[in-house]
């Protein structure tokens, strides 16, 4: 309650609208997540709810509960390749299966969006041009695709990370689905494609840290973005305000001219690299994107 209510007055005071996405771990798992759900519904300094969820728990009980919140609008699932075998060497057999399933169960009982996250690493990127066609298939209303930061269980893994060529190759794959230039796509750290009647468009994401996002843990600490655990203050004591204004990390990560590498020197006004991948491959939040590829003529 506290914590919620210290969101509320910052929103409140800077005449802001909120958007929470609830995430864990697995949300689903946590006593208190409907009581969460019911009081942030309530709020008229919410804006939208989400949850993001491996889905493997969802059944017709909780989707009913899930759906007496008005302001929870998406239904977040983890699905990481394309095909089973993929998906099921990063997250667990028969969970591709699975995850399918829940698809269907969405759709027939609730009226939620339905988005698919897409985490890419090495074992999975080149799926991605299948990846657009089976969630076109599936009926959902989008994907997102965000890289694999290597943090908590992830660190066993830190060989899937990324590499430039590879995030290079991300972005070629979606300019020739969107026709897009593919330098157009150099500023974004993650993508979403949203599908309607109409078609399918592709959006770019920036890097949030110190602009408009946060993470918040379960015990109140504050994190730049959930895959960055450094914590730089804790809402159960310290109001928002006084974090976000007076964070030493987020006023440095604010200024492309702290950034190390190319990242400081690039042309490009919006884009800063993904700064938790820098930390979690090059213990060095300022360091270099070390997925950046931009051209040495262009820096």
Same mark, same amino acid.
Not at 36 to 49: A, M, N, Q, T, V
Not at 119 to 130: D, P, Q, S
Not at 241 to 256: A, G, H
Not at 272 to 293: H, V, W
């Given at each position: ?202 959006? @770019? ?27 730089? @203050? ?66």
């Amino acid at each position: 309650m506290r914590v919620a209510h210290n969101i509320f007055k910052f929103l409140y005071e800077r005449g802001l609208k909120g958007t929470i996405h609830l995430t864990g771990g697995e949300p689903i798992l946590k006593q208190e997540l409907f009581f969460l759900l019911e009081y942030l519904d309530r709020s008229s300094l919410i804006e939208e709810l989400g949850i993001i969820t491996n889905g493997l728990l969802l059944d017709r009980e909780i989707l009913e509960k899930f759906s007496i919140y008005s302001k929870l609008k998406k239904i977040k699932l983890s699905l990481d390749g394309a095909s089973e075998e993929t998906n099921d060497s990063i997250r667990g057999i028969r969970t591709y299966k699975t995850v399918l399933q829940k698809i269907g169960s969405i759709k027939k009982v609730s009226r939620f969006q339905i988005i698919l996250m897409f985490t890419v690493m090495k074992r999975n990127f080149r799926e991605l041009c299948a990846f657009y066609e089976l969630s076109q298939g599936l009926g959902v209303n989008g994907f997102i695709v965000e890289r694999f930061v290597p943090w908590g269980r992830g660190r066993d893994k830190i060989s899937e990370a990324l590499r430039s060529e590879e995030w290079s190759e991300i972005k070629r794959t979606l300019s020739d689905i969107f026709l897009i230039e593919e330098e157009a796509l150099l500023p974004y750290q993650a993508f979403q494609v949203n599908f309607d009647k109409e078609g399918s468009e592709l959006l @770019g994401a920036h890097c949030v840290i110190g602009k408009d996002g946060l993470c918040i843990m379960p015990d109140g600490q504050v994190f730049p973005c959930r895959r960055f655990p450094i914590s730089i @203050g804790n809402l159960v004591h310290t109001p928002l305000e006084v974090i976000w204004e007076s964070s030493e990390l987020l006023n440095t990560l604010r200024k492309k001219e702290n950034l190390k590498g190319r990242c400081g020197s690039c042309g490009i006004k919006d884009c800063r690299g993904c700064r938790a991948l820098s930390f979690a491959l090059r213990s060095d939040p300022l360091a270099e994107d070390p997925c950046c590829k931009i051209p040495e003529k262009e820096l």
